[in-house]
């Protein structure tokens, strides 16, 4: 779709699976897992924000993901890049 916007296509999905993990579809497994996510966006706001205004060094996103969101550091040497790259992406 050519006017397509990534907040609004992948925000339905994620209120959707909001709403049935609050309505108790699939149980605490599922609820902890929604957790998970929340946090991961909550994150990616704050690191593609203070990267983009404030001068975030790669060792303080290394530190905040790894420590914050309990990721490898494979995993959030990929996300560095990303983040650096775009400062929209992450966010959404």
């Known amino acids: 779709?050519?006017?397509?916007?990534?907040?609004f296509v992948d925000?339905?999905?994620?209120?959707?699976?909001q709403m049935m993990a609050e309505h108790g579809f699939g149980g605490p497994k599922e609820h902890?897992?929604?957790l998970k996510i929340r946090l991961r966006g909550i994150i990616n706001a704050i690191l593609v924000q203070t990267i983009h205004t404030a001068g975030m060094t790669?060792?303080?996103a290394m530190k905040l993901m790894m420590d914050q969101e309990h990721r490898e550091e494979g995993d959030v040497a990929g996300k560095w890049?990303?983040?650096c790259l775009t400062s929209t992406q992450l966010s959404t």
Do not use: D, I, P
Not at 11 to 17: K, L, P, T
């Open 81 to 83: 890049r990303r983040a």
């Open 1 to 7: 779709m050519l006017l397509e916007s990534g907040v």
């Open 11 to 17: 925000g339905w999905a994620v209120y959707a699976e």
């Open 58 to 60: 790669r060792r303080e």
């Open 32 to 34: 902890m897992e929604q």
